[in-house]
């Protein structure tokens, strides 16, 4: 049985989309995550056949922890990846608003995101952690 907690970082899934971005030079992180975003918003109808929500989820909390607002996730980050600044060392702007069209559709009201939970503490949490991330991607396209 796998892991799935409601921190962005907190999966099998999201743990693995670490690791495959790991295995790539970090130039082409920023490009991965572009890819990820936008094949995620142009094959909607793919979620759970290509792409899961937590790994949309984990791509946009890569991208909120490089911007201002993000020293959370860059903490928590840390705590699961051997070279957490390597990931996106400096912030990427341009990147957030993808970035939270993504997170909305996987975990806005009604989302992927948000079936399965089954306790009102853990649903209540996974509806902070997006709404935090959302946050900070919202903050960034200002």
Do not use: C, K, Y
Request: a negative charge; charged letters at 20%; zero cysteines.
């Amino acid at each position: 049985m796998g892991t799935f907690g409601t921190g962005p970082f907190s999966s099998d899934g999201a743990l693995d989309f670490l690791d495959e971005l790991a295995e790539r030079p970090p130039r082409q992180h920023v490009e991965v995550l572009r890819h990820v975003f936008e094949h995620v918003l142009a094959h909607r109808e793919l979620l759970w056949r290509e792409f899961f929500p937590d790994q949309v989820v984990a791509a946009a909390a890569l991208v909120a922890a490089a911007l201002p607002g993000g020293e959370q996730l860059q903490h928590r980050l840390a705590q699961v990846f051997d070279e957490p600044d390597a990931v996106l060392p400096e912030p990427v702007p341009n990147l957030a608003a993808s970035a939270l069209d993504a997170l909305h559709f996987v975990a806005g009201p009604g989302g992927a995101w948000h079936q399965g939970w089954t306790t009102e503490t853990d649903r209540a949490e996974a509806r902070q952690a997006i709404d935090d991330l959302a946050a900070i991607l919202r903050a960034a396209n200002s």
